[in-house]
């Protein structure tokens, strides 16, 4: 007799990318806005980017409807530190939350596939990855997603540190100026819509740096 | 109030009916320093004199933002409301979580009062020794609540609450009729002034007291002691009578431009000259020496 099965997931892959690139004294944040199930697009114009606080923004690919319910979490605890502490959670304070609420459902995880961008305590741009049961890191750069297998190889090649060997091979943030980092993350996702289904129709890029945080959008292939 | 054998516990009902215990926590309240709420349609202020116990040691918190829209100011056993500001910052945090919509001042004081009422009828418990003056917005309005250590709220257009706090009710009495239409800065005005009725005489300034704004369009945040001691001096609040007939404005020196139209345009009944005067302990006693704080 065989074992049973479940007949239904509790899961479903809503697709999509996100990137997030360090800078000096700014992040760039940006995903793109179609949100798919299978072979059929739900909406076009779905935003997977949340600002949790002043210099931490996260963006998360995977299933929407657990990467609502983190957001709402997040959230939620970020007011009572606020309470308790009268000032914003730091973005390394942010991504440590991060790990730990992914953690806690260790046995039942959010499927969630997160990339936190912000500004660290000197004001340089700070980028931590995650995997989907709180695992995490902080980079100079990461993508996350349906389309990541494309963008990282061609994100490696053009921010990694060049000699590994010489150096422990940290990823530094980049030198790249800010406008150079968002036409990059723009040539990233370009190249990804073309040979990736779940990634498309529009780009949503938040920059966040001393000034505060800026938003700008990019038309992608709708096919 | 006398000591009898009925007061022991707060399960214990005296022969008259009464629960001493829950009578005793308000006279706690009444220990406290003074705190002050008035609201208009769009506004809500809350005042509350903040004195050291002794120079070296810091001011105790006694207003607390609960959440955006809702702020509270206690008086009586800080401890408690400080408890209690935390439970109510986590009512609205998780009924936010739940609805995605801000919880009603209404609903939070209601299970407040619940919460405090429970605290009478458990024999292991004792009532909380605050009364909280909560003071918010939501989509009916400006609301004022009192919240009592025996489990009752009222809804105020002003009240004064803790030591000294008759002196104050006495002031917004007179005025109250005016608050609704009122304007944020005539709101704030009032309630500087109210509380200065409860100083006796003393001197108003910024490092006695703490004002808390919640308004339509603007999130509750308490005002910083730059900008309370400019209104304060914009007013001539500090040693001077109540705004309530000065066509005499221009005699008060450095006055800036703005404070002269809010008393001649402010909603004051046109009551005489003399009508306020007693609740001043030094009427037109302007530099009067301060006492020790």
């Known amino acids: ?223 | 109030m006398f000591r009898n054998q009925y007061d022991t516990d707060v399960t214990t009902w005296s022969p008259a009916g009464r629960l001493f215990q829950v009578e005793y926590a308000m006279e706690a309240v009444k220990q406290g320093s003074a705190a002050i709420g008035l609201r208009s349609k769009s506004h809500v202020v809350l005042a509350c004199v903040n004195k050291t116990s002794s120079e070296l040691s810091s001011h105790q918190k006694k207003i607390f933002k609960v959440d955006d829209h809702i702020g509270v100011a206690i008086a009586g056993l800080t401890a408690d409301g400080r408890v209690l500001s935390r439970y109510m910052r986590n009512e609205c945090i998780n009924y936010f979580y739940t609805y995605e919509s801000q919880l009603p001042v209404g609903r939070l004081v209601v299970q407040l009062a619940d919460k405090a009422q429970v605290c009478t009828q458990r024999s292991w418990k004792r009532p909380y020794g605050v009364g909280l003056l909560v003071g918010g917005l939501d989509e009916s309005g400006a609301h004022l609540y009192y919240n009592c250590p025996s489990g009752n709220y009222f809804e105020y257009q002003a009240f004064a609450i803790g030591s000294r706090s008759q002196a104050a009710k006495t002031y917004l009495e007179r005025k109250f009729e005016s608050f609704m239409d009122s304007s944020r800065e005539n709101l704030i005005k009032d309630a500087l002034f109210a509380l200065r009725e409860t100083l006796q005489g003393e001197k108003l300034t910024s490092s006695v007291c703490t004002i808390a704004v919640v308004g339509i369009g603007e999130a509750f945040h308490i005002l910083d002691q730059e900008t309370v001691q400019e209104l304060i001096n914009e007013f001539e609040i500090a040693g001077e009578e109540a705004p309530v007939a000065e066509p005499a404005a221009p005699d008060q020196a450095g006055v800036a431009e703005p404070a002269a139209p809010d008393q001649a345009g402010g909603a004051e009944p046109a009551a005489a000259a003399d009508a306020d005067d007693d609740n001043q302990a030094a009427p037109g006693d302007q530099g009067a020496a301060p006492m020790d704080m």
């Open chain 1, 1 to 223: 007799m065989t074992k049973q099965q479940a007949n239904w997931s509790p899961y479903d892959n809503n697709g999509g990318t996100c990137v997030a690139v360090a800078g000096t004294d700014y992040c760039v944040i940006a995903a793109d806005t179609r949100m798919s199930s299978g072979y059929n697009i739900l909406t076009r114009d779905y935003s997977k980017i949340i600002q949790l606080a002043d210099k931490s923004v996260l963006a998360s690919s995977g299933f929407q409807a657990d990467v609502r319910a983190l957001q709402k979490v997040l959230a939620a605890k970020h007011l009572q530190y606020q309470h308790q502490h009268n000032k914003q959670m730091s973005c390394p304070a942010m991504a440590q939350l991060l790990s730990n609420t992914l953690y806690y459902k260790r046995f039942f995880p959010y499927y969630a596939f997160n990339v936190l961008g912000g500004l660290d305590h000197e004001g340089k741009g700070c980028v931590f990855t995650y995997d989907a049961v709180g695992s995490y890191e902080r980079v100079g750069y990461s993508s996350q997603g349906s389309g990541s297998t494309l963008i990282t190889p061609f994100l490696d090649n053009q921010l990694k540190s060049p000699s590994p060997l010489l150096l422990p091979a940290r990823d530094a943030v980049t030198p790249l100026s800010e406008s150079e980092a968002i036409d990059l993350v723009k040539t990233c996702f370009a190249s990804a819509t073309e040979r990736d289904i779940y990634t498309g129709d529009k780009l949503e890029i938040l920059v966040l740096n001393a000034s505060g945080l800026r938003r700008e959008y990019m038309e992608l292939r709708k096919d």
